[in-house]
């Protein structure tokens, strides 16, 4: 199915197509949009701000009106999005990343966000020549010397790895890699890998990586020991269809989604306070246990 979307931006100069979607941005979330908003934003001029203004209402001439007396355009009650940047997934990501500081107010299209409170994690002392040297070596398909601790090792120790992607348990970044020390693929922990040493021309082929390249499916139902009418809400939180709802995860990092997800393969669902469950729970606790 084609995208219309992408469609109708897709012939558009990368420049003007940035300043449409701000404009459709910022009516989406702020409800507002003046010249002087994309002069302050791109450092264009006032006869391009004009020019970018009546480029966007040629495309949704419904999606705005403008007031004399305030002189900006506001969001109307028929506004709908021209472009996919106004997902609401985005919003929040965005409203999270400026609160977290990984995202500037400069950077962000928002003119403002409102009140959050958000968990921040522990931010993870990774070093930025230890990631520069992993992912040269990914990218030039090499094996690397790293210094490494951990819980069941944690004196600083050496390891001959071959790195070849990148994963995120929503709280700390591993690198996936094969390792020479016990000839098998495993994650490692980026702010656990202190030092890079030696490098080697040879990594190892990725494609060999059986649990990095299995996709599992995590099938998710409502947990059965709750009403009908809470069963709805859950089915309408999670966005599930037909009672239930299907994550994607490579094998080797099912246990950490499964730990996000706060499901056991193992747990009475009766016995459990989580709302949702797993309804295969039997392949999941197989493929989590190899």
Known sequence: MINKKTTKSSSLKWNLQRRLEFIDYRLCWCGHINRSDLVKFFGISIPQSSLDLAEYISRAPNNLEYDRREKVYLRTKNFKPVFDICDPNRYLNEIYFVTSGCLSGAESYLEDIPSVACFVPPKKNVKLEVLSAIVYAIKNHQAI??????????????????????????????????????????????????????????????????????????????NPKLTEAQKKSVELEYGMENGEVVFKCRQALLFYYLKTLRLDPKADDLSTDNHIVLKNKEQIALLLSL
């Open 145 to 222: 010397e790293i210094t490494y601790s951990s819980m069941t090792h944690p004196e600083p120790h050496t390891r001959k790895i071959a790195p070849h992607a990148f994963g995120f348990d929503g709280v700390r970044w591993h690198v996936r890699a094969y390792c020479y020390n016990n000839e098998d693929f495993r994650d490692f922990v980026l702010s656990k890998i202190t030092a890079v040493g030696q490098v080697f021309d040879s990594g190892v082929d990725s494609a060999e990586d059986v649990k990095w390249n299995l996709v599992v499916s995590i099938c998710v139902v409502p």
